[in-house]
């Protein structure tokens, strides 16, 4: 019938959304020997997103009390950008470190950062000293933008090298230490951005991940790549929206996105921030996570879409409050970063009247783009994290020998993408480890079913996934053997309905050595950040099982320990 809407199948609407003189046309381009589809008319680098804000008065970022709108955004950036050229001697390829939780200036400081040329280093706010000083060493950062709480913990190894620190919100009247200055002292305003030449393959940023061998690595993306993961997010609604059926019903507002994730994670940075800041849209900011708080400003600011993990969904809904707020803005509830209960995503799905649950299975490594799932597919597989293949992503299931499985096969996933990073900073055999041929070895087992769902089974990795946050064992349990009545342990995850994910060790003690859980809690505090030190602890008089290679039967543990 004429005027009727066919629902479109997702590679049908990939189709129209790629096809050639759209917005988001692909195209296959070949580099360093390996073909990639790319999106023809993606900016060449991080600059150019910025760049068209200066001069729109509509507001972006709403934080607390404050509001600011893209020029003012932009009229920050610049001064911070000429600052750190004409005041710290920042040059093309310098690294600068930005250690602070959300707010306005974290968003200001990427941007001048990236603007001339420079490598943003984000650094974990949960990060303890010890934390800090490696990846400020490993990093060679040589200037360090940090909030009061991060300037005390920063102070000692940045004067032990030679870092400047710019201090975010500090309190004017309490004396600073040596290498410390006040942001309004440094970044004048009015100053012009520096004009830096940049191209695709410079390197942009270095996020930090958790790493199996005790020691954080730097993932390090190019303006290319980041350049394709906004334009790759993008083409997602453009595809949602040439698939919605005749009956689905939207909110009927602008967009709106609430940050509910810390900006120095791939998520809160890439997909939320960037995608807002490229594409103009509101951006309303929480300082720290609290569900019944991001509850009254979905309601205030008409928010449409809410990302995080599926904790604060959890949380959200929990919330003895929620009935009495209006969440009818919301359109899209979910993101990434572990998988969702099916329990919740039916919860999702009944408990807002526009909003359809939404997952993303995204990696740092990925620059937090993957295969996703949302609405009617979401609930018709609650278990999978989305279809494959993507518009600019292919993915594989590979056996040991890394050959390609059959459908419905178990392997390891392999992801092959121009979003993808260049590698880890500074360690070749891990980079080499981890990307084989243009293809990102994942680490999690899976399988895609007949209809191209990807479903993750397991992983390979020794890493337990905390309400979003990777810790690897290897890192935990190398902090807990520096304790002196130490003789073996384990570090394992146990399952938590709440975080996904718990993390739980079990302790052996030297002959005639006490120790108490709070002991071993305060010691490892010291030394990791809050979120990797074990929740559950079991302290045993007996060796750990081990296999005849003497591996630890981290398997077998939970239902030794904590059955």
Same mark, same amino acid.
């Given at each position: 019938?004429?005027? *009727?809407?066919?629902?479109? =199948?997702? #590679?049908?609407? !990939?189709?129209? &959304?790629? %096809?050639? /003189?759209?917005?988001?046309?692909?195209?296959?381009?070949?580099?360093?020997?390996?073909?990639?589809?790319?999106?023809?008319?993606?900016?060449?680098?991080?600059?150019?997103?910025?760049?068209?804000?200066?001069?729109?008065?509509?507001?972006?970022?709403?934080? *607390?009390?404050?509001?600011? =709108?893209? #020029?003012?955004? !932009?009229?920050? &950036?610049? %001064?911070? /950008?000429?600052?750190?050229?004409?005041?710290?001697?920042?040059?093309?390829?310098?690294?600068?470190?930005?250690?602070?939780?959300?707010?306005?200036?974290?968003?200001?400081?990427?941007?001048?950062?990236?603007?001339?040329?420079?490598?943003?280093?984000?650094?974990?706010?949960?990060?303890?000293?010890?934390?800090?000083?490696?990846?400020?060493?490993?990093?060679?950062?040589?200037?360090?933008?940090?909030?009061?709480?991060?300037?005390?913990?920063?102070?000692?190894?940045?004067?032990?090298?030679?870092?400047?620190?710019?201090?975010?919100?500090?309190?004017?009247?309490?004396?600073?230490?040596?290498?410390?200055?006040?942001?309004?002292?440094?970044?004048?305003?009015?100053?012009?951005?520096?004009?830096?030449?940049?191209?695709?393959?410079?390197?942009?940023?270095?996020?930090?991940?958790?790493?199996?061998?005790?020691?954080?690595?730097?993932?390090?993306?190019?303006?290319?790549?980041?350049?394709?993961?906004?334009?790759?997010?993008?083409?997602?609604?453009?595809?949602?929206?040439?698939?919605?059926?005749?009956?689905?019903?939207?909110?009927?507002?602008?967009?709106?996105?609430?940050?509910?994730?810390?900006?120095?994670?791939?998520?809160?940075?890439?997909?939320?921030?960037?995608?807002?800041?490229?594409?103009?849209?509101?951006?309303?900011?929480?300082?720290?996570?609290?569900?019944?708080?991001?509850?009254?400003?979905?309601?205030?600011?008409?928010?449409?879409?809410?990302?995080?993990?599926?904790?604060?969904?959890?949380?959200?809904?929990?919330?003895?409050?929620?009935?009495?707020?209006?969440?009818?803005?919301?359109?899209?509830?979910?993101?990434?970063?572990?998988?969702?209960?099916?329990?919740?995503?039916?919860?999702?799905?009944?408990?807002?009247?526009?909003?359809?649950?939404?997952?993303?299975?995204?990696?740092?490594?990925?620059?937090?783009?993957?295969?996703?799932?949302?609405?009617?597919?979401?609930?018709?597989?609650?278990?999978?994290?989305?279809?494959?293949?993507?518009?600019?992503?292919?993915?594989?299931?590979?056996?040991?020998?890394?050959?390609?499985?059959?459908?419905?096969?178990?392997?390891?996933?392999?992801?092959?993408?121009?979003?993808?990073?260049?590698?880890?900073?500074?360690?070749?055999?891990?980079?080499?480890?981890?990307?084989?041929?243009?293809?990102?070895?994942?680490?999690?087992?899976?399988?895609?079913?007949?209809?191209?769902?990807?479903?993750?089974?397991?992983?390979?990795?020794?890493?337990?996934?905390?309400?979003?946050?990777?810790?690897?064992?290897?890192?935990?349990?190398?902090?807990?053997?520096?304790?002196?009545?130490?003789?073996?342990?384990?570090?394992?995850?146990?399952?938590?309905?709440?975080?996904?994910?718990?993390?739980?060790?079990?302790?052996?003690?030297?002959?005639?050595?006490?120790?108490?859980?709070?002991?071993?809690?305060?010691?490892?505090?010291?030394?990791?950040?809050?979120?990797?030190?074990?929740?559950?602890?079991?302290?045993?008089?007996?060796?750990?099982?081990?296999?005849?290679?003497?591996?630890?039967?981290?398997?077998?543990?939970?239902?030794?320990?904590?059955?």
């Amino acid at each position: 019938m004429s005027g *009727e809407r066919v629902t479109l =199948s997702m #590679d049908e609407a !990939m189709a129209v &959304v790629a %096809a050639p /003189g759209q917005t988001f046309e692909v195209v296959d381009v070949e580099r360093d020997g390996v073909t990639n589809r790319e999106f023809k008319n993606s900016p060449e680098n991080l600059r150019q997103f910025f760049d068209p804000a200066r001069g729109v008065d509509q507001t972006f970022l709403v934080y *607390e009390d404050e509001e600011w =709108s893209f #020029d003012a955004v !932009m009229r920050e &950036v610049d %001064a911070l /950008g000429y600052a750190l050229v004409h005041h710290y001697g920042i040059r093309p390829g310098d690294r600068v470190g930005i250690a602070m939780r959300n707010l306005p200036e974290w968003i200001v400081s990427f941007a001048a950062i990236i603007s001339v040329g420079a490598v943003s280093v984000s650094l974990n706010a949960w990060w303890t000293e010890d934390e800090l000083d490696y990846a400020i060493n490993d990093s060679g950062a040589k200037v360090l933008i940090a909030d009061t709480e991060r300037v005390a913990r920063a102070e000692a190894p940045c004067q032990s090298t030679g870092v400047s620190i710019l201090g975010v919100r500090l309190d004017e009247l309490l004396p600073l230490a040596p290498g410390v200055e006040h942001w309004n002292d440094v970044v004048i305003k009015g100053a012009a951005m520096p004009h830096v030449d940049i191209s695709p393959d410079m390197d942009a940023t270095i996020l930090y991940t958790s790493g199996t061998t005790g020691f954080p690595k730097g993932a390090v993306s190019t303006h290319r790549a980041i350049c394709q993961t906004i334009m790759a997010f993008s083409s997602g609604v453009a595809i949602q929206s040439v698939r919605q059926a005749p009956d689905e019903e939207g909110s009927g507002l602008a967009p709106c996105f609430i940050l509910i994730v810390p900006l120095f994670h791939v998520t809160g940075c890439i997909p939320v921030m960037m995608s807002c800041f490229s594409w103009q849209l509101k951006l309303v900011m929480m300082y720290r996570w609290e569900p019944e708080r991001a509850l009254q400003l979905i309601e205030r600011h008409r928010v449409t879409t809410f990302v995080g993990v599926p904790t604060q969904s959890w949380d959200m809904l929990e919330s003895p409050n929620f009935a009495k707020y209006d969440t009818s803005s919301l359109t899209a509830v979910g993101g990434g970063g572990a998988p969702a209960p099916p329990k919740l995503v039916a919860r999702v799905n009944d408990s807002f009247a526009h909003g359809r649950p939404t997952l993303v299975y995204g990696l740092t490594e990925t620059n937090a783009y993957g295969p996703n799932n949302y609405g009617d597919d979401y609930i018709a597989h609650a278990s999978s994290t989305g279809r494959t293949p993507m518009i600019v992503m292919d993915v594989e299931i590979r056996d040991e020998n890394q050959r390609p499985v059959a459908t419905c096969e178990s392997g390891e996933i392999w992801l092959k993408s121009p979003t993808l990073i260049r590698g880890y900073w500074q360690k070749p055999e891990a980079t080499a480890e981890t990307i084989v041929k243009g293809w990102l070895r994942t680490g999690d087992l899976g399988y895609i079913d007949e209809e191209g769902f990807l479903y993750i089974e397991d992983r390979l990795k020794d890493m337990i996934l905390r309400a979003g946050e990777n810790v690897y064992s290897a890192e935990v349990e190398s902090a807990i053997y520096e304790h002196p009545s130490i003789h073996e342990a384990a570090v394992f995850a146990l399952p938590n309905e709440r975080l996904g994910e718990e993390v739980a060790c079990v302790v052996m003690l030297k002959h005639g050595k006490h120790l108490t859980k709070a002991e071993l809690h305060a010691h490892l505090s010291s030394r990791l950040a809050s979120f990797k030190v074990p929740t559950r602890v079991s302290f045993t008089d007996d060796p750990l099982p081990r296999n005849p290679a003497g591996k630890f039967l981290k398997r077998e543990m939970p239902r030794i320990y904590f059955s």
